[in-house]
């Protein structure tokens, strides 16, 4: 975390990529407990994800990661059950033990982030598509949409601003 | 999308931030104290003989209890802008705080005849209290609110509402300059109300703004 705050990419890729799955695990069980099928918990790690992300001048270096990263993933799985109907609260423990436990397969999908990429500007959400669907890097997208890298970077800087709100707002 | 494809972006964002909360705190309320106390000095003006009066005890009481609940609701409000942030020891502070108002009261309650209670209750000008603190918290809940959205509070409710205590307690200590009633009763009443209502306002703002 430290190098990522530094601005070391690699190691920030490799962070988030070893924290995903812990985040997963976490959420689904938060799912499970709720009787929520566990499989829907993606949107619960990818909206974690984009917190940690955005706050992440918010850790304390001088303090352990784990409570930080449990905090935020908490704080998101209470928004994602607030927002969910009240069917969530029928009892299907017995379904449960009759539904197959596995983990589905990777790559795990969202859906709630591409639903808000359609609330964001037309030049915004082509940045945002390019970097993820599409895999490209900043230098790449920038000469695709014919902008400077930099601009790329501000207006990705802004989607994912842009996006984390419409996350929270959902939750209000 | 899947979620490797969304860490992708995210490694893309490399704008780094920095934690610059302790300060942007500060200048907030700063920034927001400035116009509080202009319109209390050169609107409202001081009251006659603040100089003298200030070493008296009515007014230390009132100075120690708006400022040091400003200063609790302020430390609690940036420790618990971190989503792992603790509260410490500041409740105690803010219980401190309490305890000093209500000796204030009782020794007021001793030494004043039953019969002046209600009047020093009541005071010379308790609405304008009442509707003066919390106008002049304005700009400072504002300017601290502006700043808490760098931060990610696990409670936005409770954080905006320290915020509103914070920039009450400012405003109120300013708004005692002007102030003509010293009694520990009007203090508990009046101010604590129009503190109390900031709170109220920093609450149900930071339920909306300092969502994140």
């Not at chain 2, 992708?8 to 400035?34: F, M, T």
């Not at chain 2, 500041?90 to 007021?108: D, F, I, R, S």
Request: proline content about 7%.
């Amino acid at each position: 975390m430290q190098a990522g705050l530094a601005g070391d990419a690699a190691a920030y890729r490799r962070l988030l990529e070893a924290l995903t799955p812990v985040l997963r695990a976490r959420a689904r069980r938060g799912f499970q407990r709720a009787g929520l099928p566990p499989a829907e918990a993606e949107d619960v790690v990818q909206e974690a994800l984009l917190a940690i992300h955005l706050k992440r001048h918010s850790w304390d270096s001088a303090r352990p990661l784990g409570p930080w990263l449990a905090a935020i993933l908490r704080h998101k799985l209470v928004d994602a059950l607030r927002r969910r109907p009240a069917a969530a609260h029928v009892p299907i423990d017995d379904l449960l033990e009759i539904l197959p436990a596995e983990a589905p397969p990777e790559p795990v999908r969202g859906h709630e982030l591409d639903r808000l990429l359609a609330q964001l500007g037309a030049r915004q959400r082509d940045i945002v598509q390019a970097l993820t669907v599409e895999g490209l890097s900043a230098r790449e997208a920038a000469q695709r949409l014919r902008m400077s890298e930099g601009a790329v970077r501000v207006a990705l800087h802004r989607a994912l601003k842009t996006l984390a709100l419409l996350t929270g707002r959902q939750a209000a | 999308m899947n979620t490797t494809e969304l860490i992708n972006a995210l490694v893309q964002d490399q704008a780094a931030p920095r934690w610059r909360l302790p300060a942007a705190l500060r200048i907030g309320l700063a920034a927001g104290a400035v116009p509080a106390a202009l319109a209390v000095l050169l609107w409202l003006g001081p009251r006659a003989g603040l100089l003298a009066l200030l070493p008296t005890a009515p007014l230390l009481l009132k100075f120690a209890t708006t400022l040091g609940l400003a200063l609790c609701a302020l430390a609690l409000t940036l420790r618990l802008a971190r989503p792992d942030g603790t509260p410490g020891a500041w409740p105690w502070g803010l219980a401190t705080v309490a305890l000093l108002l209500a000796g204030g009261v009782a020794l007021e309650l001793a030494l004043a005849p039953a019969a002046e209670w209600g009047a020093r209750l009541r005071g010379q000008n308790a609405l304008a209290c009442l509707i003066l603190v919390p106008l002049l918290a304005l700009p400072p809940l504002a300017g601290l609110l502006l700043a808490l959205r760098q931060g990610a509070p696990r409670r936005p409710g409770l954080s905006g509402t320290l915020a509103g205590l914070a920039a009450g307690g400012v405003a109120a200590a300013l708004y005692a300059l002007h102030c003509v009633d010293d009694s520990p009763l009007f203090l508990a009443m009046w101010y604590g109300l129009g503190i109390g209502f900031t709170g109220l306002l920093g609450g149900l703002a930071g339920r909306i703004w300092l969502r994140w």
